[in-house]
């Protein structure tokens, strides 16, 4: 956030800067969905809706996992959520209870921590490194102590490392053979260029996972997401929303239901990400930033950048005053060893990557 500050700044001033920090596609929500939002302002009153979720959304989100996986998702057990955030908030409150052990991958998405931490939950940092691809691995979780919970991510921001069916199949049998609630946050899938990333569901259909729409349906404003849950986990998931938001938006809901159907649209989104990336993997070890974690999905390049400065934030702050591009520093997924990274997004147009490229070739440390 401080670096998107800094980056506005600088456009005020004139500075033709180039974003490779932001988290959010640059496309708007799918056409399909657009004009479902059109009929609905008209058609419907838009009051409250159900804390569980529309039902016509629930259904249409449980056949999601039919097609897209093969895996049977009962309607009743999906909850809609006020984006991936919205789920985080209430599978947390859900799961564990003050004092309780949740280990986190790190680098990792850092509202997990957030959250956790405001809810006196203790969070246990499990460190993953560049050299095992940052895929956890059993022994990172037997170092890591008795943990009550484990939030994972795959594909992973800020690393885009995908778990494969093996990974999923040794984190989570490790978790159940444990007595660690495993939570999955799925919120990169569609987002993948080589194989598509399995559903932990696959793997253990007790596991609770969360999705949102923000990302491969380019929809970050609408406040949409969904977490999938075993039974016993229905009501109290179901209550949390009831109290904490009554529902989530009902315009959204009302939308979203046609994203499912957009699939062409949001593939083409995917398929400018595959080219950005294709430039960023040749531009960065041209200009020295070689070191790259495996970038297997989402839209981001997490590269380490010691050889270039001791501090990513300082690394940071000279891209955007002497490159003027914009980058987000390690220390934000990471406390421990995120000065020595940096997250690159390529969310953006190819030819931004093209010409961020050339600006780092020029550089010199
Ligand atoms: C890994 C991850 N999880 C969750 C979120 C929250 O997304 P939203 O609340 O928009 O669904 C983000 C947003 O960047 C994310 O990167």
Known sequence: MEVMQAAAAAEAGGADVIHLEVGQPSTAAPDGVLAAAQRALVEDRLGYGDPHGEWALRERIARWYDERHGH?????NVIVTTGASGS?????????DPGDRVGVIEPGYPCYRNDLTTFGIEVVGI????EQGFRPTVADLEAAGPLDGLVLASPSNPTGTVLGEAELTEVLGWCRANGTRAIVDEIYHGITYDEPAPTALS??????????????FSMTGWRLGWIIAPDELIGPLGRLGANLTISAPTLSQLAGVAAFDCVDEADRNVARYRDNRAVLLEGLPAAGIDRLAPA????????????????????????????AIACTPGVDFDPVQGERFIRFSYAGTT????????????WNA
């Open 72 to 76: 049977a998702v009962a309607p009743d």
């Open 88 to 96: 985080c908030v209430l599978a947390f409150l859900a799961c564990f």
């Open 127 to 130: 460190p993953v490194g560049l």
């Open 203 to 216: 793997v253990d259909p007790d596991v609770i996972v969360f999705n949102s729409f923000s990302k491969y």
């Open 296 to 323: 297997d999905g989402a839209f981001y390049l997490y590269a380490a950048i010691d050889h270039l400065a001791d501090s990513s934030v300082e690394l940071a702050r000279r891209w955007l005053d002497e490159l």
């Open 351 to 362: 030819d931004e990557m093209r010409r961020a490229c050339d600006r780092l070739a020029t």
